[in-house]
């Protein structure tokens, strides 16, 4: 207990930090390090508060980059997939949610490339698109800000300004799932606590990150996330696998 009580505030730290580095990434290490303490049903509810924290500390951060239009179409269009995702959270039995998120992460890898290299112009279907797709995939798992990295990438944003704009994202996305994982009784008034005490660690994580995001290499950054979700995947994989 007392070993667990030192490496859940560091890693809300370091997961605040790399969010706050690249957009996404974050939840993706909480996932790794909380699920074997907390379990595969609790953490992704419990990373919904943090995320919502997460989120508002980069807003405050970034505010001034923020391009509020494209952020209110991204968040309109997600409003719906959260709720059929967290349906989908809550009716999949561990073993299925552990393949999902294996999944999930291992097929990031090359679906990220993959748009980074694409070239074509974006639009309001586009950012629409990637909206419902997102609140959908991000009801059901954790560290999906890959989606709205990518849509936003698309729409030409770069730099603070798409860092402020999927804060804006994240911060609704987060708030809309925490209030349906409670209402579906799958986040308790003490998982809440717990995720703002983790959240409480964002702003000091997100003001280290602003202060290097310009100085940091992004092919650095990508082939560090990038190994980050690979030993994620295998693991929940490994472990669904093994739970057989």
């Not at 980074?116 to 995939?137: N, P």
């Not at 798409?162 to 911060?171: E, K, N």
């Amino acid at each position: 207990m007392t070993l667990e009580l030192l490496i859940i505030p560091v890693a809300a730290f370091v997961a605040a930090v790399i969010s706050g580095l690249g957009g996404f990434g974050g939840a993706l290490i909480l996932v790794i390090i909380l699920t074997p303490i907390v379990g595969v049903k609790a953490v992704i509810p419990l990373i919904s508060v943090f995320a919502t924290c997460n989120n508002l500390s980069r807003v405050f951060i970034y505010r001034k980059s923020i391009v509020w239009k494209t952020a209110a179409q991204f968040t309109a269009a997600s409003i719906p997939g959260v709720y059929f995702g967290a349906k989908i959270l809550d009716w999949l039995p561990e073993r299925a949610l552990l393949f999902v998120l294996g999944l999930t992460l291992l097929g990031a890898i090359p679906l990220g490339r993959y748009l980074k290299k694409s070239e074509f112009t974006s639009g309001v279907k586009t950012i629409v698109a990637f909206g419902a797709v997102f609140g959908l995939v991000s009801g059901a798992t954790a560290g999906t800000g890959m989606f709205v990295i990518a849509g936003l990438n698309s729409a030409g944003l770069r730099g603070p300004v798409l860092l402020g704009t999927d804060a804006v994202i994240g911060f609704f996305n987060g708030t809309m799932r925490a209030s349906v994982y409670s209402a579906l009784g799958l986040l308790t008034p003490q998982m809440i606590l717990s995720g703002l005490m983790m959240g409480a660690l964002t702003v000091p994580g997100n003001w280290v990150a602003s202060k290097i995001v310009s100085r940091m290499g992004d092919n650095i950054h990508a082939k560090l996330i990038e190994a980050l979700i690979a030993i994620g995947g295998i693991w929940f994989l490994g472990k669904a696998l093994l739970s057989a």
